[in-house]
């Protein structure tokens, strides 16, 4: 069983920054492959950006450039830093974990921007 906590959402301006940090307790933290979805009032569950245990990251075309997602294994965290932040960015952010073949969400966290 894995569960994950989020945090380092918040009220931002434009233009500001943001770092998420995912910490995962139980699973194979470091084989496991990581993502951040994003999901807007009314709108579906999309994913921001996904990192394998190796490494190799990928992104939605629309976030290359200003988003970026790490991990840290010794602490069994990811990270979500968010530059340049619009409001077209604001969303509940949520961390999956994917161990062992199953899936693990967590809570989310809001981000809000504002113009």
């Known amino acids: 069983q894995v569960q994950l906590v989020e945090s380092g959402g918040g009220l931002v301006q434009a233009g500001d920054s943001l770092r998420l940090s995912c910490t995962a307790s139980g699973g194979t933290f470091e084989r496991s492959a990581l993502a951040w979805y994003r999901q807007a009032p009314g709108n579906q569950r999309d994913l921001v950006a996904s990192i394998t245990g190796g490494g190799r990251t990928n992104y939605a075309d629309s976030l290359k450039g200003r988003f970026t997602i790490s991990r840290d294994n010794a602490k069994n965290t990811a990270y979500l830093q968010m530059n340049t932040l619009k409001p077209e960015d604001t969303a509940v952010y949520y961390c999956?974990?994917?161990?062992?073949?199953?899936?693990?969400w967590g809570q989310g966290t809001q981000v809000t921007v504002s113009s």
């Open positions: 999956k974990v994917i161990d062992l073949g199953r899936e693990y």
